[in-house]
Protein backbone atom coordinates (compact mmCIF):
# COMPACT_ATOMS: atom_id res chain seq x y z
CA UNK A 1 0.00 0.00 0.00
CA UNK A 2 1.22 3.49 -0.75
CA UNK A 3 0.44 6.52 1.47
CA UNK A 4 0.25 10.09 0.95
CA UNK A 5 -0.34 12.33 3.97
CA UNK A 6 -0.76 16.05 3.09
CA UNK A 7 -2.71 19.10 4.75
CA UNK A 8 0.10 20.65 6.64
CA UNK A 9 1.00 24.14 6.78
CA UNK A 10 1.50 27.00 9.18
CA UNK A 11 -0.90 28.10 12.17
CA UNK A 12 -1.00 30.55 14.64
CA UNK A 13 -1.12 28.71 18.54
CA UNK A 14 -4.75 27.87 19.26
CA UNK A 15 -5.54 27.39 15.91
CA UNK A 16 -6.60 24.23 13.76
CA UNK A 17 -5.14 21.84 11.31
CA UNK A 18 -6.59 18.75 9.63
CA UNK A 19 -4.30 16.27 7.75
CA UNK A 20 -4.96 13.60 6.06
CA UNK A 21 -3.33 10.02 4.98
CA UNK A 22 -4.35 8.94 1.22
CA UNK A 23 -3.87 4.93 0.77
CA UNK A 24 -3.28 3.53 -2.72
CA UNK A 25 -2.84 -0.06 -4.35
CA UNK A 26 -4.27 -2.07 -1.21
CA UNK A 27 -7.52 -2.32 0.32
CA UNK A 28 -7.32 -0.11 2.94
CA UNK A 29 -9.78 -1.31 5.68
CA UNK A 30 -7.66 -4.25 6.91
CA UNK A 31 -5.03 -1.92 8.53
CA UNK A 32 -4.32 0.21 11.48
CA UNK A 33 -3.14 3.67 10.46
CA UNK A 34 -1.25 5.60 13.18
CA UNK A 35 0.23 9.10 13.17
CA UNK A 36 3.71 9.87 14.48
CA UNK A 37 5.96 13.37 14.22
CA UNK A 38 9.25 14.07 14.22
CA UNK A 39 10.51 17.74 15.45
CA UNK A 40 13.91 18.90 14.71
CA UNK A 41 16.30 17.24 16.63
CA UNK A 42 14.11 14.64 18.60
CA UNK A 43 13.09 11.16 17.79
CA UNK A 44 9.58 10.26 16.46
CA UNK A 45 6.95 10.23 18.25
CA UNK A 46 3.51 8.73 18.60
CA UNK A 47 0.71 10.91 18.21
CA UNK A 48 -2.30 8.58 17.99
CA UNK A 49 -3.52 5.44 15.96
CA UNK A 50 -6.91 3.88 14.32
CA UNK A 51 -7.81 0.92 14.13
CA UNK A 52 -8.93 -1.14 11.10
CA UNK A 53 -12.84 -0.32 11.33
CA UNK A 54 -12.59 2.94 12.81
CA UNK A 55 -14.38 2.40 15.51
CA UNK A 56 -11.45 2.90 18.29
CA UNK A 57 -8.56 5.50 18.10
CA UNK A 58 -5.85 5.73 20.84
CA UNK A 59 -3.93 8.75 21.24
CA UNK A 60 -0.62 10.08 23.01
CA UNK A 61 -1.26 12.15 26.10
CA UNK A 62 0.12 14.98 23.79
CA UNK A 63 -2.86 14.81 22.01
CA UNK A 64 -5.42 13.61 23.73
CA UNK A 65 -8.73 16.32 24.44
CA UNK A 66 -7.28 17.91 21.15
CA UNK A 67 -7.13 15.94 18.56
CA UNK A 68 -8.68 13.66 16.46
CA UNK A 69 -8.20 10.56 14.47
CA UNK A 70 -11.34 9.25 11.94
CA UNK A 71 -11.35 7.16 8.62
CA UNK A 72 -12.95 6.95 5.91
CA UNK A 73 -12.54 3.67 4.27
CA UNK A 74 -14.26 3.95 1.39
CA UNK A 75 -11.91 6.94 0.44
CA UNK A 76 -9.22 5.07 1.72
CA UNK A 77 -8.33 8.13 4.10
CA UNK A 78 -7.59 8.50 7.27
CA UNK A 79 -8.06 12.19 8.73
CA UNK A 80 -5.97 13.51 12.02
CA UNK A 81 -7.88 16.77 13.16
CA UNK A 82 -6.01 18.91 15.03
CA UNK A 83 -7.33 21.76 17.70
CA UNK A 84 -5.91 23.79 19.76
CA UNK A 85 -2.52 23.86 18.73
CA UNK A 86 0.46 24.42 20.06
CA UNK A 87 4.07 26.48 19.10
CA UNK A 88 5.21 22.40 20.49
CA UNK A 89 3.16 20.78 18.26
CA UNK A 90 5.96 21.90 15.37
CA UNK A 91 7.27 18.92 13.36
CA UNK A 92 6.66 16.98 10.30
CA UNK A 93 3.54 14.64 10.73
CA UNK A 94 3.89 10.94 9.00
CA UNK A 95 0.97 8.54 8.99
CA UNK A 96 1.72 4.63 8.89
CA UNK A 97 -0.71 1.52 8.41
CA UNK A 98 0.08 -1.90 8.92
CA UNK A 99 -1.92 -4.96 8.35
CA UNK A 100 -3.61 -5.97 11.88
CA UNK A 101 -6.89 -5.86 13.75
CA UNK A 102 -5.02 -4.80 16.91
CA UNK A 103 -2.76 -1.55 17.05
CA UNK A 104 0.49 -0.89 17.04
CA UNK A 105 2.20 1.68 19.56
CA UNK A 106 5.73 1.73 18.13
CA UNK A 107 7.16 2.75 14.60
CA UNK A 108 8.98 -0.30 14.17
CA UNK A 109 5.45 -1.76 13.91
CA UNK A 110 4.53 -0.49 11.08
CA UNK A 111 5.15 -1.65 7.71
CA UNK A 112 3.88 0.99 5.43
CA UNK A 113 4.96 5.22 6.20
CA UNK A 114 3.50 8.23 3.58
CA UNK A 115 6.12 10.77 3.11
CA UNK A 116 5.55 13.46 5.70
CA UNK A 117 3.57 16.72 5.83
CA UNK A 118 5.42 19.76 8.26
CA UNK A 119 3.08 21.59 10.34
CA UNK A 120 4.20 24.77 11.86
CA UNK A 121 2.60 26.39 14.88
CA UNK A 122 3.79 30.00 15.75
CA UNK A 123 2.98 31.56 19.50
Known amino acids: VQLQAYGGGSVQAGGSLRLSCAAS????????VGWFRQAPGKEREFVGV????????YYADTAKGRFTISRDNAKNTVYLQMNSLKPEDTAVYYC?????????????????WGQGTLVTVSS
Open 50 to 57: IIWSGRNA
Open 96 to 112: AADNCRGVHWSPEEYEY
Open 25 to 32: GSTFNNYA
